[in-house]
C-alpha cells in the first residue's frame, strides 16, 4: 500500500494538464471563466499553493501541457474530473484522457482535493495570465530581505560618499588655515622691528619637512598607525579562518538552481522536504529527481547521472557547502516553519545561482545580529501571546528574538 | 523545628572518620598535583614563545584547507524517515525470561534511545538501568557477524545444510534432540519451537534460568495445582512483608514492582497515609534499603522467620500451627505478622527464596490473609521465568550418559550461568550436533560446533506474552546490522518450513489473538493499531483455583530439618546486582560502570561482609591502599575475592554477585570479579541461592582497589542535606523532619532568601524546575542510564573512577544513618550493624543565585530565562573554578579525550564506528579540557518547544520530560514548568499565586515538605526534595 502511494506521489509531479491538441468539436468556453479580481487572486494564491508550477506553465509546456487556452480545448467538466481524478477518468476509457496520458509518457496527475470553484479560480489566474501577461518584474520582486536586517542604520554606499565629502571639506579648510597663517606670517615678518624677542622668534622660524619627519612625535604617530593597522588585518585574518563565505564547490552533478528555483520557480520545500519538520532542510534524494527527470532531459549527460546512481544503488556524493561547526545546533523548521524567514535572507539569491555558494558568512556574529534585529514572527501563534503581552507591557518596541531569550548560549549549543 | 540527632555518613571511611578520608575530603579530587615541578628545570620565556610561534603557524596551515565534507542524501528516501526527525516504535526488551514493554527512539533509521511504554499495564512507562542500557549492546563490536562452523565464518545456506542432514540422519536412528533455552515468552517462537518438534519427534524443549523461579512454580503447583507465578499488585498492601525477596532490584518483575509500591510511599497533607514494610535478609539489598523495618538474618533463619509468621498467623486465623524450628533472636518478627493479619486482605508477604517449602508456607500464609484477589492475582500470572530446573538437571544427566545425539542453546549460555556448568561441558562433547544461536562468542557458543547468530531484540519480529492474556510486540527499529537470522526462523527453516517469520508470526496473531477481539474487523487494522500500541491484551485466566493446605505440613516439616540454626559458620547469600543482573549484559560499559545503589562500587564483584567481621579477621578498608582479598571456599572449590565492608550485613554472613567472571563475553567484561554461579546448591531439586554451610573465608593479606564512588562529594559535615522524619511525626505536623536554617545579623535571626545580593530573575516563559521525592526514590539508578544514554556521557573506566574522575551527570547518594553514636570501635560496628538507608538522586541543582556562574572568567556557564544553569562547551577553558564553587559538586571535567582514544576503549559509544551509533546526535560529544553537568535536557526543552510553537500552541504539561524523569519506575522525579500553575510539578509543590511584581524566583511553595538542599546558602536551587518519611514508631524499639 506505502509503495502505492509513493508511486502516485511520485508521479504526481508528472501530470495534470495535459489539455491538448485536438478538440475540434469542443466549444469555447473561455468566456465561462470569469475574469473578477478577486477569483482571479484566489487562483494565485491556489496555483502557489497546491504548487502547480511543479510540473505546468501558462505559456511553455513542462513536465504537463502549457495551461494556456485549455478552456478552449476542453469541457469546463471534463476539465473538473481530470483534476480531481485523473486515474479514474483514464481508466473509464476517455478518449481524451487516454490519448493524454499517452502523449506525456504515462504519467499520471496526482488527484486534488479541489472543488469546482476552486479549479474555476484556477483557470481564471491562467486566463488572466494569458491575456495580460505581467510585465517582466517578477523575478526582482521576491529577491528583497537580505538588506533588511541593517533597517535604522545608514546603509553603506552612503556612509562612504559622506566621509569622501567631509574628507575633502576637511582638506579644503587644512588649505584655507595654511594661506591665512603664510598670509599673517608674511604680514609680521614685515613688522619684525615692533615685536618683542619671543614672538620675533615665532616669526622667523623656517619649516624643514625632514625636521618635522624626524621628530619623535610624528615617528611615534607612523609608528603606533603601521602597528594598529598590521595587527587589524591579522586580527580579522584570523577571524576568517574557518569562514567560508563565498565557498562554491563544484558538485558531481551540474544542477543549476537558477533553472530549476529561478526559470522554473519550483518551491524550496519540493526537493527540501526537511525544511518546515526538522533541523536539516535535506538534499533531496535521487527519487525526488526521477519525479521529474524521468521524463524530462532524459538524454543530458547530467541527468544520466542519475540513472546511474539509481542503478548503481550508489547515492550521490554531493559537496556540502555550509558547514556550521558540530558545536552549534540550527533547526530550519524553527526559523522557516514558525519563524517565517525566507530562504533568501541566509542563502542569498539562490534562484539566481548556477552553482550554489555560501552567501552568508555564518559566523556567530551574523547570527547573532539578525537575532538581535528580527522581530519575533508572533503573529497567530498560541505559543507568543503571554510573551507578547508582557513585552508590550514594557515596551513599545516589537518584540526582538533576542527580548525572549534568543541570545542564549543553550539556545545553539548543547 | 526538631534538631535531627542522627549520625548520617556515606561510608565507613566517613563513619570511621579515617584520617587519610578527611584528608582527602577536602579537595575534590585525590590526586597529587605535580605543579612548578618540572626537575628544577622550569619553562623558559623562550619556550613559550616558541610554542606560541609554532602554535600559530599550525593555526594558520591548517586553516589554509577546510576539508571538503559531504552530504549524501538518500537514494530513495523511505517515506516515513526524515534526516534529524526522530521516530519513534513501540517494542519489547526481552532478555532471558524478562520482558518490558518499551518505545524506541530512533533517528535516521538507528535505535539510540529506549524508554518504557507508557501504554503498558504492567511497566506504565518504567524501566531499568538494564532496559536503559540494552540500547547499547545492539551496537556492541563483539557480536557475531555471521554463522559460524568449527569456529569458521560460513553461509548459512552452509549451516542450514548441514544441520538438516544431521538432524535427518539422528531423527531417522531415533536419537535423542533438545532444545535448551531460558524462559520463552513468545507464544508465537513457542509454536515455532513446537514446529521443529512435530518434524523431529525425539525433540524436547528444556528451559532453565540463570536466575530459577522454579521453587515458587512447584509451590504453586502443590498449592494451587498448577505451575505458575502469581501476579502481585504492591499498591494494594498496606502491610508488605519480604523475607529476601528483593522485589525492587532483581526479583521476577522489578518494574512494575517498583511502580506499585511507590504508590504506596507517595504521601502529602491530605493523604497522610503509607504502607509499612518489614524485610528480613542477609545482604543489604534494594529492597531491604527501602524498607521501614528491616531485619538482618542468616540464610539458615529464613525457614524459621517464614514458619514463625506462618504460626502466629495460623493462630489467628484459627488454622492448625506447623513444626517450626528454633528461632533465634530475630527483631520483628511478632510486629510484622500482628500487622500482616490486622490488614488481612490488604498485605502481602513474599519471599525470595527458591525453596519450593518456604514459598509453599508463603503461600499458606497469603491464603490466610485472604491476600488471593486483592494483592495476589491468579488471574493474569507472570510469565517471567518459567525455567525447570528439574527437567534441566535431567538433560545434563542425560548429556553426560550419551544419550542426547543433537543439542541446540537458543539464546543461553549455561556454561556460564548454570551450577551444573562442568557436567554440561563434559557432555556437550558426547552429543554429535551442537548449535548454538548466541549473538556472540560466549562461554558455551564457544564449545559448540555451529553458530546461527540471533538478532537482537530491536532488529527482530516477535512478540512476549509477559502475563497470561498480555501480549506485547517486538518490531524492528534497525535492519539486522550483521548476518544474523532470527532464531525461531532459524528452528523453522530447520524443520522444513521456508516461511519468514514476520509472516508466521502475522499468521500467528491471526489466528489466535484477531479473533479474540471484536472491536476492529480487519486484521490489517487490527495489525498496525497492536503494532502501534506495541501490546494486546486478551481476556485473563479465569479458572478458580482452590487452595491445598495440605502441601503444608510436609514443606514445614522439611523447612524444619533443611533450616537449622547452624553453628559459627560463615553462610553466603548470592544476589544479583541492579546493573549486572545475571551477567547476560556484562559487556555493557554502562553497567559496568554504573555505581551500585548500595555498596556504590562500579566495575568490581566482591564479598560485602559486616564491619564486625572483618575485624574479626583484621580487614580494613581504606581509600588510599583500598581492601583486602580472602580466598573464599565453597565446599572445596576456592576463589580469592576482595572484601567489601557493608553495613546492614547480616552478622555471619557474607554476600556475592552473580554475573561476574566472565571469560567470553567480550573486551569490557571479561576478567571482572569472579564467577558465582558453580557456588549456588540445590534443594528440593531447586537452584538455590544461599549457601548454608562449607563455606569458609581466609584472609590473604593482598591488597585490592575497589571502584566506589559513595566517599565522593561529600557534603563536609552539612548533614541538613537529608531531612527526614517518621510517619508519626508528620501526621502531626506535615512540617516534620524540616530544618529551617537561618542567618544570624544584626542581632536578629533571617532566613536565608532575606538577606542577600542577588536582584532574582523574572522567568517570563517557561521556568523549568524539578522535585525529587525522596520517599519514593527507591535507588535503582535507572534513571543514571537513561542520562547516559541521552546525554552521551561517556564511560571512563575503572583507573579513572579510582581518581575520582567518573563523569555520571546524575548520581544517587546514599545516606547510611544510625540514631545511636559512633565513638569507640563498639559502637562504630552497632551503628553499621543495621542502619537506615536514604537515597537521593543528585544532580546540577539549576540555582537560581548560581556559584558557578559568577566565577568563570570567560562567561561560558550562564543563566537562562527559562531558569536553567547553561553551559558551554565550546566557550569553557577549563579553569574549573565553576566546580570548585558548586555546593554540590555535580559538575564533571574531562580530564582526557573520552572518544576516539584507545586508552578508554571500554568507552564503547565512543571509540568505534559501530558503537558511535548510539550516540544522540543532538548532544555534542565533549571534548577533552571542558566542564560538563547537568542540562535538564535542553535538547528535549527546545524540541519539546519547537513542537509547540509549529502548531501555534503552548507545550502541553508531560509532553517536554527529561531523560531521568521519564525512566523513573517509581515516579519519583517530577520535571515541568513552574510557570504553568496547572502543571504536575506546580500542584505538587503548591505553588502560590504569584502577587504583582513577585518575581519568578521569589515564588512562595507551600507544600511543606519540599526543600532545598543546603538552603542556607541561598543559591536558590530549582530542584526541590520531599522529605523522607519512614512508617516507623519511634517508641517501640522491638516488638
Sequence with gaps: MVAQKTILKTLTGFIACCFLVFSPDVSAQREAVPTEAEIIAQGEQLWGEYVCNTCHKVNEKLVGPAMAGVYDRRELDWIYSWVKNSTRLIQSGDEQAVALYEEYNQLQMPSYDLSDDQILAILAYVRDYEENPPVQAAAETSVEGSSSSAEGTIPAQYLNIIIGVLIVILVLILIVLVLIMSVVKKYLQDKKEDLDEADAEVVSESFSLMAFLRSPTVIGIITFLVIALASKNVIDGLYTIGVQQGYAPQQPIAFSHQIHAGQYEIGCEYCHTGVEIGKSANIPSVNICMNCHSAIKTESPEIQKLYAAQESGEPIEWVRVHNLPDLAYFNHSQHVKVGGIECQTCHGEIQEMEVVQQHAPLTMGWCIDCHRNTSVNAKGNGYYDKLVELHNASSTEPMKVADIGGLECSKCHY | ?1039
Design chain 2, 1 to 1039: 523545628m526538631k534538631e535531627n540527632q542522627k549520625t548520617y555518613w556515606k561510608g565507613v571511611e566517613q563513619l570511621k572518620n579515617d584520617p587519610n578520608f578527611i584528608a582527602k575530603n577536602e579537595s575534590e579530587f585525590p590526586e597529587y598535583l605535580p605543579m612548578n615541578e618540572q626537575g628544577g628545570d622550569t619553562n623558559s620565556r623562550r619556550d613559550f614563545l616558541k610554542l606560541m610561534g609554532f602554535g600559530i603557524a599550525a593555526a594558520s596551515l591548517a586553516a589554509c584547507e577546510a576539508p571538503v565534507r559531504k552530504a549524501i542524501p538518500y537514494l530513495n528516501k523511505p517515506v516515513d524517515v526524515d534526516p534529524s526527525v526522530p521516530n519513534y516504535y513501540a517494542s519489547t526488551y526481552v532478555n532471558g525470561g524478562d520482558g518490558v514493554s518499551v518505545v524506541v527512539k530512533t533517528r535516521e533509521g538507528r535505535p539510540i534511545k529506549i524508554e518504557g511504554n507508557k501504554k503498558s499495564n504492567i511497566t506504565r512507562g518504567g524501566t531499568s538501568a538494564q532496559v536503559e542500557a540494552s540500547v547499547l549492546s545492539l551496537y556492541d563490536k563483539e557480536r557475531l557477524t555471521g554463522p559460524l562452523k568449527s569456529g569458521a565464518e560460513v553461509d548459512w545456506e552452509t549451516v542450514d545444510g548441514d544441520i538438516t542432514n544431521a538432524l535427518t540422519r539422528i531423527a531417522a536412528a531415533g536419537g535423542q534432540i533438545r532444545i535448551v533455552s531460558n524462559t520463552v515468552l513468545s507464544p508465537t517462537t513457542r509454536k515455532a519451537v513446537g514446529d521443529f518438534v512435530e518434524k523431529y519427534p525425539t525433540t524436547q524443549h528444556i528451559s532453565y534460568d540463570a536466575i530459577s523461579h522454579y521453587g515458587m512454580l512447584e509451590a504453586n503447583r502443590k498449592t494451587f495445582g498448577e505451575a505458575m507465578i502469581p501476579s502481585y499488585d504492591f499498591s494494594q498492601a498496606k502491610t508488605i512483608v519480604s523475607v529476601a525477596a528483593d522485589f525492587l532490584g532483581s526479583w521476577i518483575s522489578p518494574i512494575e514492582f517498583s511502580k506499585q509500591y511507590a504508590q504506596t510511599r507517595k504521601i502529602h497533607a491530605e493523604h497522610r497515609e503509607m504502607s509499612r514494610h518489614y524485610q528480613f535478609e542477609s545482604n543489604l539489598s534494594l529492597t531491604g534499603a527501602n524498607a521501614d523495618y528491616r531485619s538482618p538474618i542468616k540464610p539458615t533463619q529464613t525457614g524459621g522467620v517464614v514458619a514463625a509468621i506462618y504460626n502466629m498467623i495460623a493462630s489467628k486465623a484459627g488454622q492448625s500451627k506447623v513444626t517450626a524450628s528454633q528461632l533465634g533472636d530475630v527483631a520483628h518478627v511478632t510486629a510484622a505478622a500482628n500487622e500482616l493479619w490486622a490488614n488481612k486482605g490488604k498485605s502481602l508477604m513474599v519471599a525470595g527464596s527458591n525453596d519450593p517449602d518456604i514459598q509453599v508456607l508463603v503461600n499458606g500464609i497469603n491464603a490466610m490473609l485472604g491476600n488471593y484477589g486483592t494483592t495476589l492475582s491468579t488471574e493474569r500470572p507472570l510469565h517471567f521465568r518459567q525455567g525447570n530446573d528439574q527437567a534441566y538437571k535431567t538433560f545434563v544427566d542425560e548429556l553426560n550418559g550419551g544419550k542426547i545425539d543433537a543439542v541446540f542453546f537458543f539464546n543461553c549460555n549455561p556454561v556460564y550461568n548454570s551450577p551444573l556448568s562442568a557436567q554440561l561441558v563434559s557432555g556437550m562433547k558426547k552429543a554429535k550436533l551442537s548449535v548454538s544461536t548466541s549473538d556472540r562468542m560466549d562461554e558455551t557458543a564457544e564449545l559448540v560446533t555451529y553458530i546461527a547468530p540471533d538478532h537482537h531484540f530491536l532488529e527482530q519480529w516477535n512478540d512476549a506474552e509477559l502475563k497470561t492474556g498480555h501480549i506485547s510486540l517486538i518490531q524492528p527499529t534497525i535492519a539486522p546490522i550483521f548476518s544474523t537470522r532470527q532464531a525461531p526462523e532459524s528452528f523453522l527453516k530447520w524443520a522444513g518450513a521456508n516461511i519468514e517469520y514476520y509472516t508466521y508470526l502475522q499468521n500467528h496473531w491471526r489466528e489466535n489473538y484477531f479473533t479474540q477481539q471484536d472491536a476492529i474487523s480487519d486484521f490489517q487494522m487490527f495489525w498496525d493499531k497492536s503494532l502501534y500500541d506495541g501490546l494486546f491484551e486478551t481476556e485473563g485466566n479465569n479458572k478458580s483455583y482452590n487452595f491445598n493446605f495440605d502441601a503444608i505440613a510436609d514443606a514445614a516439616r522439611n523447612v524444619a530439618q533443611n533450616y537449622k540454626k547452624s553453628d559459627n559458620s560463615v553462610e553466603l547469600a548470592i544476589y544479583q546486582k541492579g546493573a549486572i543482573g545475571d551477567g547476560s549484559m556484562a559487556n555493557n560499559p554502562w553497567l559496568q560502570e554504573m555505581s551500585d545503589p548500595i555498596s556504590k562500587a562500579t566495575w568490581d564483584n566482591y564479598v560485602t561482609m559486616s564491619m564486625a567481621m572483618a575485624n574479626e579477621m583484621g580487614i580494613t578498608m581504606n581509600e588510599e591502599v583500598g581492601t583486602q582479598t580472602v580466598n573464599l571456599t565453597v565446599n572445596g572449590a576456592t576463589v580469592e575475592v576482595p572484601v567489601l565492608v557493608q553495613p546492614g550485613q547480616a552478622e555471619g554472613t557474607i554476600g556475592l554477585a552473580l554475573g561476574y567472571g566472565r571469560t567470553k563475553a567480550g573486551k569490557v567484561a571479561d576478567g571482572i570479579g569472579v564467577n558465582a554461579y558453580p557456588f549456588l546448591t540445590r534443594l528440593n531439586g531447586a537452584t538455590i541461592f544461599e549457601v548454608m554451610g562449607g563455606v569458609s573465608l581466609e584472609a590473604t593479606g593482598n591488597t585490592y582497589r575497589i571502584a566506589q564512588t559513595q566517599t565522593h562529594q561529600t557534603y563536609m559535615g552539612r548533614e541538613n542535606v537529608i531531612q527526614e522524619a517518621t510517619l508519626g511525626e508528620y501526621k502531626k505536623d506535615t512540617k516534620a523532619g524540616r530544618v529551617y536554617p537561618e542567618i544570624y545579623k544584626d542581632g536578629k535571626f533571617y532566613k536565608p532568601s532575606e538577606i542577600t545580593l542577588w536582584g532574582g530573575h523574572e522567568y517570563s516563559n517557561h521556568h523549568w524546575a524539578m522535585t525529587i521525592d525522596m520517599n519514593s526514590c527507591t535507588g535503582c539508578s535507572a534513571c543514571t542510564i537513561a542520562c547516559q544514554a541521552e546525554n552521551n556521557v561517556p564511560v571512563v573506566g575503572k583507573e579513572e573512577v579510582l581518581n575520582r574522575r567518573e563523569m555520571a551527570w546524575i548520581r544517587i547518594d546514599r545516606y547510611y544513618s544510625a540514631a545511636n553514636p559512633a565513638g569507640n570501635k563498639k559502637e562504630l560496628e552497632q551503628a553499621a550493624a543495621n542502619p537506615e538507608v536514604t537515597f537521593q538522586p543528585m544532580m546540577c541543582q539549576h540555582c537560581n543565585n548560581a556559584p558557578c556562574e559568577t566565577v568563570c572568567p570567560v562567561a561560558a556557564t550562564t543563566h537562562s530565562t527559562e531558569g536553567l544553569n547553561q553551559m558551554t562547551y565550546n566557550r569553557c577553558i577549563g579553569t574549573r573554578y565553576c566546580a570548585n564553587n558548586c555546593p554540590y559538586k555535580v559538575r564533571r571535567f574531562n580530564w582526557f579525550k573520552y572518544h576516539d582514544n584507545k586508552q578508554f576503549d571500554k568507552n564503547s559509544s565512543m571509540n568505534n564506528d559501530l558503537g558511535k551509533m548510539v550516540l544522540n546526535p543532538d548532544v555534542t560529544v565533549r571534548a577533552r579540557g571542558v566542564m560538563e553537568k547537568c542540562t535538564m535536557c535542553v535538547q528535549r526543552i527546545q524540541a519539546g518547544k519547537l513542537a509547540a510553537k509549529r502548531e501555534n500552541r503552548r507545550p502541553v504539561d508531560g509532553e517536554i520530560n527529561v531523560a531521568c524523569a521519564s525512566s523513573c519506575p517509581s515516579d519519583a522525579l517530577v520535571f515541568g514548568d513552574l510557570n504553568d500553575p496547572n502543571s504536575r510539578i506546580s500542584l505538587q509543590l503548591q505553588i502560590k499565586e504569584r502577587e504583582n511584581g513577585e518575581k519568578a524566583t521569589d515564588r512562595v511553595v507551600k507544600e511543606d515538605r519540599a526543600y532545598h538542599v543546603l538552603e542556607e546558602l541561598n543559591v536558590s536551587p530549582n530542584v526541590w526534595y520531599m522529605t523522607k518519611i519512614r512508617n516507623k514508631d519511634k517508641e517501640s524499639t522491638e516488638a
